[in-house]
């Protein structure tokens, strides 16, 4: 049995690499000449800046891979005074409570608030067909809490739109602590352990450190290798493939697609029309990384804290910025602080795309107010478009859902955030799965 994988993302790295593990073959191709996907570290003068990812949530499988690699010395935790996340309200920062029982016991909510929340043990479940987040945390906790926490979360981990987020595809495990226990807050009370929060850590060269380590361990990778298109014929997929001049086809017995939806819907128009259509529905709002770097002494406060991110009801120009010099060292000269601000997604595309430099004068100017800069320009500023950024799990992704788990049967398999989650951690889980998936496929005396 043979498996072909279209795509060198961290899905696609990570599930080759398990496939490897448990002698399945393969070959993982990739267009470019370069792996990781949306996983971009770049170094520029003396800054390290992240373009994807900033962090990675230390969960078992995460740190599994990282002993296995053995980039354990690569490792670097964020400080743990700087874990604290903050919300902008009536245009200013306020810490956003680690815990739900911890909001509950601060002063970021009124009592009537408050009071709404503890309501929410007597609300009665509800299985609605399309049911949004933001009308999830309305019915079950009020307007509050949806519109002060949740929209910002959201922003911040889908550069998207609570309104239209389906509550079951982008919060499973909140609806699932509903249907299971008739109420979130009883849910987690009975769980005693609550949200589980990981510990935030990168790599002392960035994030790019992952992925390349991953490369590194596998046999069957073909870089600048641009898949053109995928047949079937007797059973099995035909991939062809351009490279240095050559055009190369193979047969495979699996075909497994870890590719942004509408890559992947390319190369589904002669094989699965009905799927290509379904992938082309997706939606990827355009999202800009913004890098600004300042003297810390022309910075008003200690910047503790991972970030802070902007509720849509505060017409921020940004979604939000992280802080990275606060939350990793070596990311800048130790005199400067280093901002990653984020402009786009569903609630402002526009943004996103306008003229590079006034992308930049924009966040400047944003930035300089929010945390009383004094600087009239960064010393050094940097910023980079994704055209298409996160995928957004709103009911346009329903159909691409369903027809993945029956196109299956027919051989095919997708490992691509767009199914997974969109965090690191949960596609590493996701390929991992997969690959004894896949295994399991294969004919008893395990010959390929």
């Known amino acids: 049995m043979r498996v072909a994988i279209i795509g060198a993302g961290i899905s696609g790295l990570a599930l080759a690499y398990y496939l490897q593990k448990l002698g399945v073959p393969y070959d993982l191709f990739e267009a470019s000449p370069e792996v990781g996907g949306n996983i971009r570290t770049v170094q520029v003068h003396e800054y390290l800046l992240e373009l994807g990812p900033n962090a ?253 991110m902007h509720p849509q009801a505060e017409a921020a120009f940004a979604s939000g910025s992280i802080w990275s010099s606060s939350v990793f060292e070596g990311r800048c000269r130790p005199h400067e602080v280093l901002f990653t601000t984020f402009v786009g997604g569903s609630h402002a595309p526009q943004h996103a795309t306008m003229d590079r430099i006034r992308l930049m004068e924009r966040v400047h100017a944003e930035l300089a107010e929010l945390h009383l800069i004094s600087a009239e320009k960064p010393n050094f500023q940097f910023a980079h478009l994704w055209s298409h950024a996160l995928p957004q799990y709103d009911m346009y992704i329903e159909d691409a859902h369903q027809m993945d788990k029956e196109l299956e049967q027919e051989g095919l398999f997708i490992a691509a955030n767009w199914q997974s989650g969109v965090s690191v951690a949960l596609c590493v889980a996701y390929a991992k799965e997969l690959a004894h998936k896949i295994n399991l496929k294969r004919p008893q005396n395990h010959t390929s």
């Open 56 to 308: 990675l949530q230390g969960t078992p499988e995460l740190e599994e891979l990282v002993r296995e690699l053995k980039l354990e010395r690569e490792v670097i935790h964020s400080y743990p005074e700087n874990d604290y996340r903050f919300v902008l309200r009536d245009g200013t920062y306020q810490q956003l409570p680690t815990t739900p029982f911890a909001l509950l016991s601060s002063n970021f909510f009124s009592w009537e608030t408050k009071y709404r929340i503890l309501q929410e043990k007597d609300v009665p479940p509800a299985d609605i067909d399309y049911e949004t987040v933001e009308q999830f945390f309305e019915r079950r906790f009020g307007r509050g809490v949806a519109a002060s926490v949740v929209s910002p979360l959201l922003t911040g981990l889908y550069t998207g739109n609570p309104g239209e987020l389906l509550v079951h595809k982008a919060l499973p495990e909140l609806k699932a602590l509903e249907m299971t226990y008739g109420s979130v807050l009883r849910g987690l009370k009975k769980r005693k352990e609550g949200i589980v929060r990981h510990r935030t850590f990168s790599f002392a060269n960035g994030m790019r450190t992952l992925p390349n380590a991953i490369a590194e361990k596998l046999i069957s990778l073909h870089t600048e290798h641009r898949v053109e298109m995928i047949t079937r014929s007797q059973g099995k997929y035909v991939v062809s493939c351009a490279s240095s001049g050559d055009y190369d086809t193979e047969e495979y017995d699996l075909l497994v697609l870890a590719l942004p939806a509408h890559q992947a819907a390319d190369l589904m128009q002669y094989t699965f029309p009905g799927m290509a259509a379904a992938l082309h529905n997706i939606n990827y709002p355009p999202m800009a990384v913004v890098h600004s770097v300042y003297n810390r002494k022309e910075v008003t406060g200690e910047l503790k804290g991972f970030g802070a």
